[in-house]
């Protein structure tokens, strides 16, 4: 059992529900493997309507990599314990991907419907995938997105993520806190990220070191001095945490002595300051900040933490607290108020057939066929629209690609088609390719700079017009189906109808 | 940058934020490294106010496992790119763990404010362990919990976790569907689950599955029927999904068909029936059940899945829905209604003087002193209160021992105090041993029995009453500090308040 509790990397690739290899087992038994299958994950909705941050990217990838680069022996140890199919174990010992990936890359602002993953495999490698492939992208999608409308709430005030603690398990605080960092937070506060990802952690100070010398005021005094005297120089920050009695009458007193004692003041290189991490945050900052003017620590900053969110930070904002930075934990680390991301994996055409699925719930009916997805900008370089052709022989398409006009079409409502003309709009191609016949691109290394991908995320950010940026009820942004993906869509779902009704 | 994606296991050990270590080289500058510090970790609340079921002991004994027997070379791997303090990556990439740990057992049933945790250690050692403790444990208690919850208001019918897709991250899917067995879940879909813990995964069928044979009834008819025709016998289920086109004008008349077409029926001897993922599922689940009895296939089962969460499935057995099975994923993956656990680690002694936290918000306010928990049990075998005692010299502890009459305290009100005379109750240690010294216990080997885990909990939960089992507003549980640890607590915070005061 011990050896079994050690996992390697491979085990990322097989986090995946029984039924994938249950169905890759008739596949196979009926012949069918060389089917080639085109799955698409995307999402039908975020918390607010309005945009989400790519992010996982880079781990997907990844499991290509470990998948093609695992030896037979590595893959039998695992797949002998868990196949009991014989002729499915031996297929998936010898197993590597052989398909494409198509992508949004980490760091892309995504709508719902649109495929931000496409990959065109045989069927049983493509459905193996589901699973794992959902499973990042979920978590990190719900962590970035949510980091975006947090820091967007703060801005221009920075977010560091420290939510290491309330992370559901290792991997979404390694990997969530990279997210966090591409959805917009300046910072964050874990080790493993710095060591896997190359992005500086941060800290303040805890309750508890400050405990680790006694209680109250004088072993709180104790505990500044001696951290100011061991830490100062450097750049190191020195930002003091002055709730764990009483923030007014013991904390920012010590604080402001200790400074003054060790002869900090606005001249020290790095940053220093306090942090407050209960009660009334908006009164107690702007007190604290008082306090520490008369004292002529005019730089000294105040971080505040406590359960701010994005709707915290807002009234705090409104209350003109007196702040330098936010540290947020559960909102981000969790997506507190929305966790369950929700992203699907859904197959839309077999050996070049499209498929479809027709659900009794009308949001559950996916779009159908190999497709990709353009933005459109308008001539203030604002993002328009979206819009998802066909790969192959789509007309819309085409006219994209000679900057003619172009009908965007509503897909519910004829009348709210607009017409585009050439010359007035620009577009990008948003999928990219990262697999190619099982060899992973150089598209994939840019992931590999999560600074890259944040500064992308950022510089995008700025294309999306305000109002769609807002927090509540952002203004709708159009997403788009081609003429022919709609006129191909309702063509498979109008066959199903009539078989419903019992015409056919 | 490559060799640094692949993460060892001595990576779960550092899982951290960055200021336990900057805390940690305060620590070693001052020469306090020797101190013995004495930390509990403990929650404040739960989702219903009633109780949680601890989950994730075994994976944080596990760090300690991994953190003494992690070479020099490869701890040296990871601090010499993170630490940047040489005395510190000296000290540290020597570091073992030579401290006690005492907790709750996985299974057990815990409440707010009890140790489920308590770690005496020199203190850097008990420090840098905080972020990942918590990490584990948030988790892993969230989605054991929210298992409690789904699984009591589905009982007697099983629910089946299955929400790997939506859990976040590696980690959360493989041991996150442990918890949920833990928690009371039947069983679970993730075969790295299966491998790593030894807990058999079982699935269904997909929609993807289906559509891989082409659109429309014929071609769902075709899929299962390869699937019957493949998947027949060695006990394997057939559990048909019915919904992907019309759950009763198509994919129950197909399953009818599939089934009688292949002479599956009630003498089969494994599970056989159908899966319904979306539309009304009490209304379509009764339609279903008729056909499937009007065609003599009355052991035909029926599983439910989409979305469900405990608040729907007490909502479809108040509407006689025709069940067999639940399939849940979110709503216990990701804990949605409650994500954030919100475990704490305190520090709450310091070379055997007890020291306290004095928050501006009174629930932060922590409990003092080397403690312990004990359970008392009513005549009928009922857990009446819960007992937190001082190890050291406690009054009650020892009334406890000689099954003397007790007075049980309520912390705030005094007229809620209750006694309860000997030989009317009995009791209960909670807390034990898992390492001493460094070394880890015989009770670390119970826990590698998840099975036992979860036959442990569905006991105790026997010994809880049906109020304090209820969903909503259940019947509070007392949870009392025995008069020493009160005595210890107030004679703190008195200190501190004068201090605030002023008077001293």
Same mark, same amino acid.
Request: aromatic share 8%.
């Given at each position: ?13 097989? +986090?995946?529900?029984?039924? $994938? ?11 069918? $493997? ?8 995307? =999402? ?7 945009? !989400? ?11 290509? %990599? ?11 140890? /695992? =797949? ?16 590597? =991907? ?36 959902? &499973? ?49 937070? !300046? ?23 400050? $405990? ?23 750049? &190191? ?8 009695? &009483? ?43 008082? #306090? ?33 930075? /936010? ?32 659900? %009794? ?15 459109? /900008? ?23 690609? +000679? ?11 004829? =009348? ?22 099982? $060899?992973?691109?150089? %598209? ?13 995320? #950022?510089? %995008? ?44």
């Amino acid at each position: 059992m011990k050896d079994r509790q050690l996992l390697s990397e491979f085990a990322n690739v097989i +986090n995946s529900d029984r039924y $994938q290899y249950t169905e890759s087992d008739v596949f196979l038994k009926e012949g069918m $493997q060389e089917k080639v299958a085109v799955f698409d994950m995307y =999402f039908r909705k975020t918390e607010d309507g309005g945009l !989400a941050v790519v992010s996982g990217i880079h781990e997907v990838i990844k499991l290509i %990599e470990v998948l093609n680069s695992t030896s037979e022996e590595e893959k039998r140890k /695992y =797949f002998s314990l868990l196949i009991h199919e014989e002729e499915l174990l031996e297929y998936l010992v010898k197993l590597k =991907f052989t398909g494409d990936i198509y992508a949004m890359r980490d760091g892309e602002i995504a709508y719902p419907n649109e495929p931000i993953i496409t990959i065109k495999a045989p069927i049983i490698q493509a459905k193996i995938l589901e699973t794992p492939i959902l &499973n990042i992208m979920n978590m990190q999608i719900a962590i970035a997105t949510k980091a975006s409308r947090v820091s967007r709430a703060a801005h221009p005030t920075p977010v560091l993520s420290f939510g290491s603690r309330r992370a559901h398990g290792f991997t979404s605080a390694v990997d969530g806190n990279k997210a966090a960092y591409i959805g917009g937070c !300046a910072t964050h506060s874990n080790i493993v990220t710095e060591y896997k990802y190359g992005i500086p952690s941060v800290g303040t100070m805890a309750h508890s070191y400050i $405990q680790t010398f006694g209680v109250g005021r004088e072993a709180e005094k104790e505990s500044f001095d001696k951290f100011i005297k061991n830490r100062r120089g450097e750049n &190191n920050p020195l930002i003091l945490l002055i709730d764990t009695y &009483n923030t007014l009458k013991i904390g920012i007193q010590n604080a402001i002595d200790s400074f003054q004692d060790a002869g900090i003041d606005d001249s020290y290189e790095g940053t220093y300051g306090i942090r407050i991490d209960s009660g009334d945050l908006a009164y107690l900052s702007k007190k604290c900040r008082e #306090l520490l003017d008369e004292a002529s620590l005019h730089k000294a900053q105040i971080v505040l933490t406590n359960g701010l969110d994005e709707n915290l930070i807002r009234a705090l904002k409104e209350q003109d607290v007196a702040v330098d930075s /936010y540290g947020v934990g559960d909102a981000i680390a969790v997506s507190k108020s929305n966790p369950c991301f929700g992203g699907v994996y859904k197959i839309v055409e077999v050996d070049d057939k499209s498929v479809i699925k027709l659900s %009794e719930d009308i949001i559950k009916i996916s779009n159908p066929g190999f497709k990709e997805v353009y933005r459109l /900008y308008d001539k203030n370089g604002l993002a328009y629209a979206d819009l998802i052709t066909l790969v192959d022989g789509d007309k819309d398409k085409k006219l994209l690609m +000679n900057d003619d006009t172009i009908e965007l079409m509503d897909e519910n409502y004829d =009348f709210k088609s607009v017409s585009l003309a050439g010359g007035e709009y620009t577009h990008k191609k948003l999928t990219k390719v990262y697999v190619k016949d099982g $060899q992973i691109t150089k %598209e994939y290394l840019k992931l590999k700079d999560i600074k890259n991908s944040r500064d992308y995320y #950022l510089k %995008e950010l700025e294309k999306i017009s305000t109002e769609r940026k807002r927090l509540e009820n952002p203004h709708k942004y159009k997403v788009n189906l081609s003429h022919d993906l709609k006129k191909l869509k309702y063509k498979l779902i109008n066959k199903i109808s009539k078989q419903i009704k019992g015409e056919i």
